[in-house]
């Protein structure tokens, strides 16, 4: 599959909302968009996920472009490769920064799904016509506000109620929510703002019969987790711990949640999303899969993924309209009572909006193969 250019394109998006953590607000979204042309003049597009910030984890804006520029594109430059699978191969000698992995392998899938004429979910073996997709519900300034924000979506149809937890905004919050909303599915995601002192305050939260509870502790853990979730019925769900197969395997074994949040950022693209989805499958793990607040090009990518069989749980991957005034890609992604519509047409099956794309653009670098 041969590589005649990539793009590496910055933006800056400003979210129609600001989104509020256990680790802090988030209003502009600065990420790149990667764009790998062949010689047929197919366009492969991907998407860099980190935040500005290392506070969801240790990568940044500024780290995936150093990464991306000074180690991986020449890695692409100065190698061939048949499959995209092969992509993170080639980059293993490369430790951690798996968000930048993952930006430079998924305008790989693309463009390979793009020169083989068949969607990015049929190259990665899903079959899903359509998916079930929830919301996460960022930290309000009030309760009344959090219950109408949850009012709008469960009306909307979303399949399940995510909201953010934090010290101080978890027990008595839910209870007033679960109040309001008894039949809802809800979970809370805390972004590991709790230690293992906290064990007996998280052990309330049984009460409340969640889906599941999201990285309540460390972001590196997975021991304190397995003694937490040997203490309470409420499902974990690992997201920031889980970094590949091997951290899967591990968590499994220990027992450290029951669930498991896959982002193709996190774990350095579609190829090891797919091993840890497959291992899931075999092991009887429920998986979902989750957000990073991507544009539609990001979006479109998680989309693809959630076709694979074991995502029986709705994921975050709400409709454009939720996080952009405008989004980079036509038609945007329409969640339409928590369903979300796989295209069939080639590579991720949504076109660039040149025009947005552009707008939002800050520079371009083109790199020659
Ligand atoms: O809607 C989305 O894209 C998901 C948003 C979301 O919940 C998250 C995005 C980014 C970092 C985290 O706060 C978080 C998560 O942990 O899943
Ligand atoms: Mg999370």
Redesign the pocket.
């Known amino acids: 599959m041969s590589i005649k250019q990539l793009k590496l394109r910055k933006l800056i998006m400003n979210l129609k909302h600001p989104?509020t953590?256990?680790?802090g607000t988030?209003q502009e979204k600065e990420f790149f968009i990667t764009e790998a042309i062949d010689v047929d003049g197919n366009h492969g597009f991907g998407e860099s996920?980190a935040?500005s910030s290392p506070w969801?984890t240790e990568e940044t804006v500024a780290t995936n472009q150093h990464v991306m520029e000074d180690f991986l594109i020449p890695i692409l430059q100065t190698n061939k490769m048949n499959h995209p699978d092969e992509v993170s191969k080639l980059f293993k000698p490369i430790k951690g920064n798996n968000m930048a992995k993952a930006a430079l392998e998924g305008a790989v899938w693309d463009l390979y799904a793009k020169q083989k004429g068949i969607s990015l979910a049929e190259a990665l073996g899903g079959d899903k016509k359509q998916i079930d997709v929830g919301?996460?519900i960022?930290i309000q300034s009030s309760v009344e506000a959090l219950i109408e924000v949850i009012s709008q979506s469960v009306e909307a149809g979303y399949k399940r109620i995510?909201l953010?937890i934090k010290p101080g905004w978890d027990l008595e919050v839910l209870q007033e929510v679960r109040s309001h909303f008894p039949d809802t599915l809800i979970m809370a995601?805390a972004?590991s703002a709790y230690t293992r002192e906290d064990i007996d305050h998280l052990k309330k939260l049984d009460e409340l019969h969640l889906m599941m509870i999201?990285?309540p502790l460390a972001h590196d853990d997975i021991v304190d987790h397995a003694k937490l979730q040997a203490v309470i019925h409420t499902p974990i769900c690992l997201?920031?711990s889980i970094h590949s197969l091997e951290d899967t395997r591990k968590a499994f074994e220990l027992g450290s949640c029951k669930i498991i949040?896959i982002?193709i950022g996190r774990v350095g693209g579609l190829t090891e999303a797919k091993k840890i989805h497959d291992f899931c499958l075999e092991h009887d793990i429920p998986v979902w899969c989750?957000?990073?607040?991507?544009s539609g090009i990001g979006?479109a990518h998680n989309i693809a993924l959630t076709t694979l069989p074991q995502f029986i749980l709705p994921g975050?991957?709400?409709g454009s309209a939720?996080?952009w005034e405008k989004d980079i890609i036509q038609p945007e992604v329409i969640a339409e009572n928590g369903v979300i519509h796989v295209p069939d047409s080639p590579g991720i099956g949504y076109e660039i909006n040149k025009d947005a794309l552009d707008e939002f653009t800050e520079w371009v670098k083109v790199f020659k193969f």
């Open positions: 989104f953590t256990s680790f988030i996920v935040f969801y919301i996460s960022g995510k953010k995601d972004n999201e990285q997201d920031e949040n982002k989750g957000g990073m607040l991507e979006r975050d991957t709400a939720n996080y």
